[in-house]
């Protein structure tokens, strides 16, 4: 799985959401172990009044997709028209091409963080730091959304903020892919 660092883009863009949640009382943050979210997490943090610990998870990163690694979405689209339809339309029956994972075993290891995470972190602010398709099931996880519906919108963007608060009561989801924090600068 390639493992790209963090852009210029994207270190601004951490600054920005660093910026944005200065003021949330961070109690720790996971992140996934790929170097850009890694690198996202320190910039986040360093905007916090106190620093909190950044643990990493491998099993936060993002879907290995095999001999799809390193192309372009036009590319995929040409050369796997058919697997890529059942990707983002029927992502339950996604086998990848070569080495590389299905999107069910990305939701059964990220929903095992996820439940671990929330029982281990009880009532704290917790911040996960991760990658598109674990955002999309886990919000999927707190939405009720069937797996099927995986890729309906909203598009999780670089940067972009999920806030799910969490009760007794249940869980509501307050903010969904959010960029407003990134207004005002030109995404790519």
């Not at 509501?172 to 959010?178: L, P, R, S």
């Amino acid at each position: 799985m390639l493992d790209s660092p963090l852009t210029r883009v994207g270190e601004t863009q951490a600054a920005k959401l660093g910026q944005h949640l200065s003021d949330v009382n961070l109690d720790i943050i996971y992140s996934s172990s790929s170097r850009r979210a890694v690198n996202t997490s320190r910039i986040v943090n360093s905007y916090q009044e106190t620093r909190c610990n950044v643990r990493t998870e491998d099993d936060l990163r993002e879907i290995g997709l095999g001999e799809w690694e390193g192309m372009k979405h036009l590319e995929v689209s040409r050369l796997y028209p058919s697997l890529q339809h059942i990707y983002f339309n029927d992502p339950e029956n996604f086998e990848p091409v070569g080495e590389g994972e299905t999107l069910l075993q990305v939701k059964n290891r990220a929903i095992n963080v996820l439940e671990r995470v929330l029982l281990e972190e009880n009532g704290k602010n917790i911040l996960l730091v991760t990658h598109t398709a674990v955002v999309k099931i886990l919000m999927a996880y707190f939405d009720g959304r069937p797996f099927s519906s995986l890729w309906e919108p909203p598009r999780v963007r670089p940067a972009s903020l999920c806030h799910v608060s969490i009760s007794d009561g249940g869980n509501e989801i307050i903010k969904y892919a959010d960029t407003a924090h990134l207004r005002g600068y030109h995404m790519h």
